[in-house]
């Protein structure tokens, strides 16, 4: 089974600043089945990236996905005040049997 | 658009089956290409990945719950449910319904339910 860990577990920045968050696998994740979703509190997850960099439909462009094998980047160009809370980063692998994993993910705190 | 709904009991008995149902609205279940699951998320904790289904009845489980997780399908009421039997308060939990994309170049859970809450408690 593939484990997912973020780093770091908290980000501490301000609006108008850059994050990026790491996550990195166990073993090598195919770039197809690496996807990035923002939770806020008492809210589902949402959607941010799908196939390590691509952006899901209506996700601003100051959010963007990169890397490949084991460690993957979801990067923040510049922080608004929404953009204040837990990202996680999820694999799907096929094998043994198809399966999905999530990291524990980042908190992004004023 | 797409909807998914959570319902079932809000509190459940230790040792005994938590059921929960999702109700899909705007959309059939039937759709080739998604499959169906459950994702839980303990009070002030990170997502855990439980199982999906294809509405053709074909389900995959994570290893850890394997045991105790059915997931099932009803196509005539576009509803999907879940079965975890022998529960403790460990799986006190925010349970999700929600819409897995699998493609040959990418995957995804682009839909999800508003979750529900299940405590487990005598």
């Known amino acids: 089974e593939v484990v997912l860990t973020q780093s770091p577990g908290t980000l501490s920045l301000s609006p108008g600043e850059r994050a990026a968050l790491s996550c990195r696998a166990t073993q090598s994740v195919s770039s197809s089945y690496l996807a990035w979703y923002q939770q806020k509190p008492g809210q589902a997850p949402r959607l941010l990236i799908y196939?390590?960099?691509r952006r899901a439909t209506g996700i601003p462009d100051r959010f963007s996905g990169s890397g490949s094998g084991t460690d993957f980047t979801l990067t923040i160009s510049r922080l608004e005040p929404e953009d204040f809370a837990v990202y996680y980063c999820?694999?799907?692998?096929?094998?043994?049997?198809?399966?999905?994993?999530f990291g524990q993910g980042t908190k992004v705190e004023i | 658009q797409l909807q998914l709904q959570e319902s079932g009991p809000g509190l459940v008995k230790p040792s005994e089956t938590l059921s929960l149902t999702c109700t899909v609205s705007?959309?059939?279940?039937?759709?080739?290409?998604?499959?169906w699951g459950w994702i839980r998320q303990p009070p002030g904790k990170g997502l855990e990945w439980i199982g999906v289904i294809y509405y053709s009845g074909t389900t995959y489980y994570s290893p850890s719950l394997k045991s105790r997780v059915t997931i099932s399908v009803d196509t005539s009421k576009n509803q999907f449910s879940l079965n975890l039997n022998s529960v403790t308060a460990a799986d006190t939990a925010v349970y999700y319904c929600?819409?897995?994309?699998?493609?040959?170049?990418?995957?995804?859970?682009?839909?999800w339910g508003q979750g529900t809450l299940v405590t487990v408690s005598s």
């Open positions: 705007g959309g059939s279940i039937t759709t080739t290409g998604y499959y």
């Open positions: 999820q694999q799907y692998s096929s094998s043994p049997t198809p399966a999905w994993t």
């Open positions: 196939g390590a960099s």
């Open positions: 929600a819409r897995h994309v699998i493609g040959p170049y990418s995957s995804a859970t682009d839909q």
